[in-house]
């Protein structure tokens, strides 16, 4: 089994996340993917000094529920609109059974939770494609590698044999 295959999400980039709790104002969940330069906040809920995922909400919610129908984002909080109970990934997670998690979900981003289900980070298909790229390209240099041996090794043999 190559290494992607068996790598878990301790060794991805996860990244910090941004959080909301249920009665941030969806304009302020809007604000805050602009001034953080992400796509979505997790909703969290305080339990026992930890911060469990309760909820996500995308820019894509925002636009397709909220501001495509015209209503008054004014008026919102994010537990008007999250989406709830969201599916998670945990640290140690296989890197592919993450994927196919995603896409059993329909999602891109996936919250990352420890053991005791406290919020870790996030990790985005964005984030595994790059890692996914990575192990490709290591595997391309390691079949490079392999033909640029084996090529030096029937030059040898044959210089050695002479001529026939």
Not at 67 to 72: K, L, P, Q, T, Y
Not at 78 to 103: F, K, Y
Not at 145 to 163: D, K, N
Request: hydrophobic content about 45%; aromatic content about 2%.
């Amino acid at each position: 089994m190559n290494r992607a295959a068996s790598a878990t999400l301790a060794g991805c980039r996860i990244r910090e996340v941004v959080t909301v709790s249920r009665d941030t104002p969806v304009v302020r969940c809007a604000q805050l993917m602009h001034d953080e330069h992400v796509g979505s906040v997790v909703v969290v809920e305080p339990h026992d000094g930890r911060r469990i995922p309760v909820g996500m909400i995308t820019d894509r919610d925002i636009t397709i529920e909220v501001v495509a129908f015209g209503i008054d984002p004014q008026r919102l909080v994010a537990g008007d609109i999250m989406s709830p109970q969201p599916a998670t990934a945990r640290e140690s997670d296989d890197l592919l059974e993450v994927l196919a998690r995603m896409r059993q979900h329909g999602v891109r981003r996936l919250p990352v939770v420890g053991g005791d289900g406290a919020l870790r980070g996030i990790v985005t298909a964005d984030n595994l494609w790059e890692l996914l790229a990575e192990e490709i390209d290591a595997l391309a240099r390691v079949i490079a590698a392999a033909q640029a041996r084996e090529s030096r090794t029937r030059g040898a043999l044959a210089a050695a044999s002479g001529p026939g």
